[in-house]
Every structure is written in C-alpha cells, then in structure tokens.
C-alpha cells in the first residue's frame, strides 16, 4: 500500500528548530521527486521545498536559508529540517511526490509561538 506518515510537529518557540519526517511506504523516495507543503488556517496548501530524485534541492524564499529537505534511502525517508523558525511558519506539513501525488497523509502540526 502506498502511504505517507508524517511526524515531528511539536510547539516551538520563535528562533527554534524542529525536524520533521515524513516515512514512505509502497514505493521508494529516491526513485521520486519529493517535497513538503504546508497550510496554515484560513489559507491554500503552499509548496515549503523540495529534493528531486538525483539530489537536487529548490526552497520557497519564505524558507530559504532556514529549512532544509533531505532523504534517507535506506530508512526510506524525507526529513525537513527547521530551524530559525517564525510565528508565519505554524501550520499543518505534509509531504507528498512532487508530480506525480499520493493520497496526502494525515501532517503534522508546527505551532510557533511564544
């Protein structure tokens, strides 16, 4: 069955660092291009970052320099890795194929708050 479990979410203070993982099953995350999105409340699913399947890495600015995506292939995992992180960063992050999409997973939630 394919199917994505994301986890890692948590309450952070602003300037605070979390990682967040996203584990695959029924099919291999090396073989795919891979990203994370997230939403906050009240606003559309946006596109956080992504790793292509020969390594290759794009961000969107809000993020850039502050997050990080990468793979493991041998536990079969994407990570996003958080850090610096802002109020306008809490929301809902799922990850999922980058063109070629799955059923979402159920996310995880980033709360940033002091």
């Known amino acids: 069955q394919v199917q994505l479990v994301e986890s890692g979410g948590g309450l952070v203070q602003p300037g605070g660092s979390l990682r967040l993982s996203c584990a695959a099953s029924?099919?291999?995350?090396?073989?795919?291009?891979m990203a994370w999105y997230r939403q906050a409340p009240g606003n559309r699913r946006e596109l956080v970052a992504r790793?292509?399947?020969?390594?290759?890495?794009i961000y969107a600015d809000s993020v850039k320099g502050r997050f990080t995506i990468s793979r493991d292939n041998a536990e079969n995992t994407v990570y996003l890795q958080m850090n610096s992180l802002r109020p306008e960063d809490t929301a809902v992050y799922y990850c999922n194929r980058y063109g070629t999409m799955i059923t979402w997973g159920q996310g995880t939630q980033v709360t940033v708050s002091s």
């Open positions: 029924g099919f291999t995350v090396s073989v795919y291009h």
């Open positions: 790793i292509f399947s020969a390594g290759t890495t």
